[in-house]
């Protein structure tokens, strides 16, 4: 039973265009929601995050929207550029990671950024 | 400061053989969790310790899994014996109490092949 569902595998965009990549939950417990970046050969690395209490988080060029009643979240990222291309994970948890909060991760969409 | 540590980065095993992992967490980081990439799919949790102790272990496929981490420092994950499905990617992350929505700090992983 899939709680975390990245259903876009794989996405292709053009440097300096909007990429949006989607997620979508079924937990309703779920209170935490990270995106992760992942080079091959390398581990996931922390890229922003969102609290059920907010619907939006804004760093640099990443924003994450989430909208609960839906069960969805998205990364906005604008604008992109090549060295973006990797896999992107979507993470939830019930709690929060620093006290401990165990993450379900979807499949990862990965993304190429196309100069 | 220094990141999670993984080691070996890569380990090819036959059937039935005995093999274990280790993973540094970054200094002073209380919390220690195993994850699981297999296939290509989503990251999937193993076992969380907090210090030297096990928080949760639901997600341990078997008790061919045994995970410790004595005097809360490194933790080693042994696989004995073997078997052809422990083929993946297991991946250690630390993150700190206290320390909120930060998410986890990743290791590079080790590459486990089973033949």
């Known amino acids: 039973d899939q709680q975390v569902k990245q259903n876009s595998p794989s996405l292709s965009v053009q440097e300096g265009r909007i990429s949006i990549l989607n997620c979508d939950y079924t937990?309703?417990?779920?209170?935490?929601f990270l995106w992760y970046k992942k080079y091959p050969a390398e581990g996931p690395t922390f890229l922003i995050s969102i609290s059920s209490i907010k619907d939006k988080n804004e760093d640099g060029r990443f924003t994450v929207f989430l909208n609960k009643s839906a069960k969805h979240l998205s990364l906005h990222i604008v604008p992109s550029q090549p060295g973006d291309s990797a896999v992107y994970f979507c993470a939830a948890s019930d709690q929060e990671t620093s006290q401990g909060g165990k993450l379900i991760f979807g499949q990862g969409t990965e993304l190429s950024v196309k100069p | 400061e220094a990141g999670v540590t993984q080691f070996p980065s890569h380990s090819v095993i036959e059937k039935g053989q005995t093999v274990t992992l280790r993973c540094d967490p970054i200094s002073g980081h209380d919390n220690l969790y195993w994850y699981r990439r297999v296939m290509g799919k989503e990251i999937k949790f193993l076992l969380h310790f907090v210090k030297e102790s096990k928080q949760d272990e639901s997600g341990m496929p078997n008790n061919r899994f045994l995970a410790e981490r004595t005097g809360g420092t490194y933790s080693t994950l042994k696989v004995q014996p073997a078997e052809l499905e422990d083929s993946g990617v297991y991946f250690c992350a630390s993150s700190q109490q206290g320390r909120p929505n930060y998410g986890y700090t990743f290791g590079s992983g080790t590459r486990l092949t089973v033949v």
């Open positions: 937990n309703s417990m779920f209170d935490y």
